[in-house]
């Protein structure tokens, strides 16, 4: 075991108390596994899981398994698998050479529930599913199967029919013979397998007749080797199913299931089925379109991995379901970007500012901090020169109250880094349009400070040389739904989806250094930027191009989640 042994969850008390002398992994190493289904995108609800997997396994020396569960072919696609990878690999976890696929265990899962049959077991029932409800009964009313009793070389025929193919979708299923009046309805002698006529996106049509997951999963972690079999909470009224396939199959060790909480988030959907929807109807530009949770949705909006474990440590873990602000994420890459992020300056909205004291055919060059709480990020030079950008909105003709930003005649306001201000007037074309703002600056004051140490009550404005400026596209996102439970009853998700979630700005006006950045690689966060009182953003990898910027606001400098 590791060194480190403070019990942080409700897990990590069970497995260390397991690993006591006398317990029941007295001298194991600590085994888990993280099973995601092949077909879609993992997204933020999956960290949580494969957190806790990869997480509890390290914490404690063990390992980790990587197990596509591709028991049930009707969507599974290698695009998706190639995705999980690539995610898991992004968040800093790795499997080693332990990458399985449950369809790997087709064979041996069929020769078990042959011997299930064998000992009486298990049975070929012919309820359609019309009858299996019928005869599902109530908490009064057991339930029921005509083909309980079928004498066991009979079941052995049919099981075997099915799988070569002889039957019908729907005709049969293989049952497990468990307890017909229990009151956990799993335990209801439960469907093992099922007719499906299906290609598989491995095993082609080898196989026609499919496990049910809850008879295959206890089977692969048993196989596996896996000690504890972490999951979400619904599956808690499922564990005695599972315990019951572990005993009463020949496996070669008994893992343990322990459940927690999945992760809810307002303002989003986790249904794997209704992002598809949303990517096939055309809703979002695709998995990874920055509004989506995803992981690769994530990546490319500029999360980062330190970002979302940490999320997901913060968090926690435990028995009750609840749901998390959206915010506290956003929270949680803020604090890790302004640690690291590099300080730039950007102009959204621009209008042309001119110092008209400043000479005309001067230029000059400005050191600035690249991050100022890193020592070790250096500097950069930015050049100043007559005709600058600012944001249209630090300029306001008619000011309202408490206004501390250019207005003629009004207070001297700092341009980051270079000069002191004062606003004398501007120009209009024909539209009444501001489209320049006229300025003289105080010589005496490089660097923002006054010669004579005089107060300035404006504000510090960012801004870009104008004859350096480069042109970029600026992608401004907001909550994917208005609806802050778009999964609510009574709810259709699609109604709840925000009209105003993505806004594109274009003309935006950013330093030069940022035409230089290189293009960020596949399955890699993108360097992140701060634009200076405008947020944190990064280079979106899919649609920017030597010559076309396009950047990603991450999140907003604001706070919303400490504020509220």
């Given amino acids: 075991m590791a060194e480190e042994t403070m019990s942080t969850n409700f897990i990590h008390a069970i497995i260390e108390e397991e690993l006591q002398p006398g317990g029941r992994c007295e001298g194991k190493r600590v085994h888990t596994r993280f099973p995601p289904e092949p077909n879609g995108y993992l997204h933020i609800g999956h960290c949580k899981a494969l957190t806790i997997d990869f997480g509890t396994a390290e914490k404690y020396g063990g390992l980790c398994n990587l197990r596509m569960d591709d028991t049930n072919p009707a969507k599974e696609d290698t695009e998706y698998v190639d995705a999980i990878q690539e995610d898991i690999h992004w968040l800093g976890f790795d499997w080693d050479d332990r990458f399985y696929y449950g369809s790997d265990y087709f064979e041996k899962t069929y020769e078990l529930a042959v011997s299930l049959i064998k000992k009486g077991l298990a049975y070929v029932c012919e309820l359609t599913p019309?009858?299996?409800?019928?005869?599902?009964?109530?908490?009064?009313?057991?339930?029921?199967?005509?083909?309980?009793?079928?004498?066991?070389?009979?079941?052995?025929?049919?099981?075997?029919?099915?799988?070569?193919?002889?039957?019908?979708?729907?005709?049969?299923?293989?049952?497990?013979?468990?307890?017909?009046?229990?009151?956990?309805?799993?335990?209801?002698?439960?469907?093992?397998?099922?007719?499906?006529?299906?290609?598989?996106?491995?095993?082609?049509?080898?196989?026609?007749?499919?496990?049910?997951?809850?008879?295959?999963?206890?089977?692969?972690?048993?196989?596996?080797?896996?000690?504890h079999s972490l999951c979400s909470l619904e599956y808690e009224n499922h564990r005695p199913l599972y315990d019951w396939v572990v005993d009463n199959c020949d496996l070669p060790s008994k893992p343990r299931?322990?459940?927690?909480?999945?992760?809810?988030?307002?303002?989003?959907?986790?249904?794997?089925?209704?992002?598809?929807?949303?990517?096939?109807?055309?809703?979002?530009?695709?998995?990874?379109?920055?509004?989506?949770?995803?992981?690769?949705?994530?990546?490319?909006?500029?999360?980062?991995?330190?970002?979302?474990?940490?999320?997901?440590?913060?968090?926690?873990?435990?028995?009750?379901?609840?749901?998390v602000d959206w915010a506290?994420?956003?929270?949680?890459?803020?604090?890790?970007?302004?640690?690291?992020?590099?300080?730039?300056?950007?102009?959204?909205?621009?209008?042309?500012?001119?110092?008209?004291?400043?000479?005309?055919?001067?230029?000059?060059?400005?050191?600035?901090?690249?991050?100022?709480?890193?020592?070790?990020?250096?500097?950069?030079?930015?050049?100043?020169?007559?005709?600058?950008?600012?944001?249209?909105?630090?300029?306001?003709?008619?000011p309202v109250p408490k206004y501390k930003r250019l207005t003629p005649g009004g207070q001297e306001c700092r341009l980051k880094g270079a000069y002191l201000i004062r606003c004398t007037g501007c120009v209009k074309d024909e539209s009444g349009q501001v489209v320049e703002v006229l300025c003289e600056y105080d010589p005496e004051s490089k660097g923002g400070n006054p010669a004579d140490g005089r107060k300035v009550k404006g504000a510090t404005i960012h801004w870009v040389d104008a004859a350096t400026a480069v042109d970029a596209e600026i992608r401004l996102y907001d909550y994917l739904f208005s609806d802050a439970a778009p999964d609510g009853p009574d709810k259709d998700f699609l109604d709840c989806l925000n009209p105003d979630s993505l806004q594109v700005l274009t003309g935006c006006k950013v330093e030069k250094s940022l035409a230089e950045i290189p293009m960020p690689e596949q399955g890699k966060t993108a360097q992140a930027y701060q634009f200076m009182r405008q947020g944190y953003f990064c280079l979106d990898h899919r649609d920017a191009s030597p010559g076309h910027l396009v950047f990603n606001r991450s999140v907003s400098l604001k706070d919303g989640f400490k504020k509220k």
């Fill in 130 to 227: 019309d009858q299996f409800r019928e005869f599902r009964g109530d908490t009064t009313t057991p339930a029921k199967s005509p083909w309980r009793d079928r004498p066991v070389e009979e079941n052995l025929d049919l099981f075997e029919r099915m799988k070569n193919g002889e039957f019908p979708e729907g005709r049969y299923t293989l049952r497990a013979k468990i307890d017909l009046a229990s009151g956990n309805f799993n335990m209801r002698d439960p469907v093992l397998y099922r007719i499906r006529y299906i290609e598989h996106h491995r095993q082609g049509t080898k196989w026609c007749i499919f496990p049910m997951y809850d008879f295959a999963h206890p089977i692969q972690d048993a196989l596996e080797g896996i000690t």
């Fill in 257 to 323: 299931q322990i459940e927690f909480a999945r992760l809810g988030i307002n303002y989003t959907v986790m249904s794997k089925r209704k992002l598809r929807l949303l990517v096939e109807e055309g809703r979002v530009s695709g998995w990874d379109d920055p509004r989506m949770p995803t992981l690769c949705g994530l990546r490319r909006r500029g999360y980062t991995p330190e970002a979302i474990r940490d999320f997901c440590e913060r968090i926690g873990v435990s028995k009750v379901d609840s749901t």
């Fill in 328 to 398: 506290f994420l956003e929270s949680c890459l803020r604090d890790d970007l302004n640690e690291t992020a590099q300080r730039v300056m950007g102009v959204l909205r621009p209008v042309r500012l001119t110092i008209t004291n400043y000479p005309e055919d001067q230029q000059e060059e400005i050191e600035v901090e690249n991050n100022p709480l890193d020592p070790e990020a250096g500097t950069r030079k930015i050049t100043f020169s007559r005709h600058l950008y600012v944001e249209a909105d630090d300029f306001m003709e008619e």
